[in-house]
């Protein structure tokens, strides 16, 4: 099963994700931006948590590497660095190709017993991600292509992630993904029912399509701020905790 849960530190707790867990969902992994799901990220955490769930970590920015946090559990994949093409510091730590090319050497040695690295996830910029594999040696080439994407159409979004295959020939991990737009000439979703619609299109074409290794919707969220503009109606998860319509429909594999 490819789809997985995206969760914020900010949340606090980790509680919450079991709603995305339950028997006979079609949801296999989980990450949230961060080395681990419990302890000092998020201490409000049950210490009896169980999650039936695959953690895949991250190194947020290559700061983060040596911050005193150890990685959590026994790791296959861990995702590279957060949007370090973008300014927002909310979000990400901008930084330049050649700084995080020079850093990703130290991540590479933990790349031991058939573990791998996913590249890191730009914003927007492809031309960071091209610098950036430029300067890699070919021993210390990630193992996956991270991408983000933000989009009203499911066209767009199969076009993008087919230039990004076609750009850099990496197995894709799509570590979020949603119907929605930050640019002011292109409306957002104008209905809940358009976005149960893009999903199912979406997940559908991603499943079927074989240089998608995995992918994780925006929305998995109580407190909109963590939305970071991301429209309200892609939701997986209301203010109270409830997994929303929208959830459901991913949780039982988005396209049934």
Sequence with gaps: MKAGISWPVQEETSDPLTAFFQPGSKLSWHYNWNKRWDGQLLPHTSPTLQLDAEFVPMIFAPQYLDNGIQVQG??????????????????????????CAAAWSELCKLRTSGKRLASPAVAVDRNWLKEFFSYLPPDTQPDLLAV??????????????????????LPIILTEFAMTSF??????????QQVHDFMGQATEWLD??????????????????????????????????????????????GHD
């Design 183 to 192: 640019d002011p000439n292109v409306p957002p979703p104008q209905s809940m």
């Design 148 to 169: 983000h994407i933000y989009t009203t159409t499911f066209d767009s979004l199969r076009t993008q992630l087919e230039e990004y295959h076609r750009m850099f020939g």
């Design 208 to 253: 079927k399509t074989p240089w998608i290794e995995r992918y994780a919707w925006f929305g998995a969220v109580r407190n909109s701020y963590n939305l970071h503009g991301v429209h309200e109606f892609n939701r997986l998860m209301d203010g109270e905790g409830n997994v929303t319509p929208l959830g459901y429909q991913y949780i039982n594999g």
């Design 74 to 99: 026994d790791w296959q994949l861990m995702l590279g660095y957060n949007e370090p093409d973008h300014a927002n510091p909310a979000v990400a730590v901008q930084t330049s190709p050649a700084e």
